[in-house]
């Protein structure tokens, strides 16, 4: 199975600052169409995951700019560019290039 | 685009869960629609999806629930369903169905505790 390795775990952010998670995994998450089906989730406290990147660097619908994607291969980040109070909860990566699909273990994200 | 999950409650150890998950705001039949589950403080797990039938209709499971799971749909009525055999403690988490491969919406998830 490919295993994602995020860090940090925890992750401690001052209002208004910038936030940076990395996910790696074990194996290149490029698909054989070419497509690399890397995403990202945010889950707060007692709610549903929500996705908010696709396919690395696409962002869902709704989704602030404030958030954006990126890497390539087996390195990819989620970064936000500046966290506002919403953003507390834990954040995961998962991928969908191979089977079985699993995820990161997760970075919490609290408020200074 | 709205998911809900229903089915889900106290179950003992060795019998079987069978969830449904309702949708509506979007084409289904045109969609795959997966499984996850989230057992208590821990991450989410992938269960299995099942493409739609115009991709061929076929499922995939996890190893976790691999001979035990069956995941089906009914196009007709835009709901996808999940089965799982053989319960043990272990089973016991949020059950969610999620729309397509890619996980893009996901319902507010089903509490199934198994517990005799």
């Known amino acids: 199975d490919v295993v994602l390795t995020q860090s940090p775990l925890s992750l401690p952010v001052t209002l208004g600052q910038p936030a940076s998670i990395s996910c790696r995994s074990s194996h290149s998450l490029v698909f054989s169409d070419g497509n690399t089906y890397l995403n990202w989730f945010h889950q707060r406290p007692g709610q549903s995951p929500r996705r908010l990147i696709y396919k690395v660097s696409n962002r869902d619908s709704g989704v602030p700019d404030r958030f954006s994607g990126s890497g390539s291969g087996t390195d990819f980040t989620l970064r936000i560019s500046w966290v506002e109070a919403e953003d507390i909860g834990v954040y995961y990566c998962?991928?969908?290039?191979?089977?079985?699909?699993?995820f990161g273990q997760g970075t919490t994200l609290e408020i200074k | 685009v709205r998911l809900v999950e229903t089915g889900g409650g106290l179950i003992q150890p060795g019998r079987s869960l069978a969830l449904s998950c309702s949708t509506s705001g979007f084409p289904f039949r045109d969609y795959a629609m997966s499984w996850f589950r989230q057992a208590p403080g821990q991450g989410p797990e992938w269960l299995g999806f099942?493409?739609?039938?115009?991709?061929?209709?076929?499922?995939e499971y996890a190893a976790s629930v691999q001979g035990r799971a069956t995941i089906s749909r009914d196009d007709s009525k835009a709901i996808a369903y999940l089965q799982v055999s053989g319960l043990s403690v272990g089973d016991t988490a949020v059950y969610y169905c999620?729309?397509?491969?890619?996980?893009?919406?996901w319902g507010p998830g089903t509490l199934v505790t198994v517990s005799s």
């Open positions: 998962m991928q969908g290039s191979h089977l079985p699909y699993t």
């Open positions: 099942i493409k739609s039938h115009n991709k061929g209709g076929q499922t």
């Open positions: 999620s729309l397509g491969g890619a996980a893009a919406v």
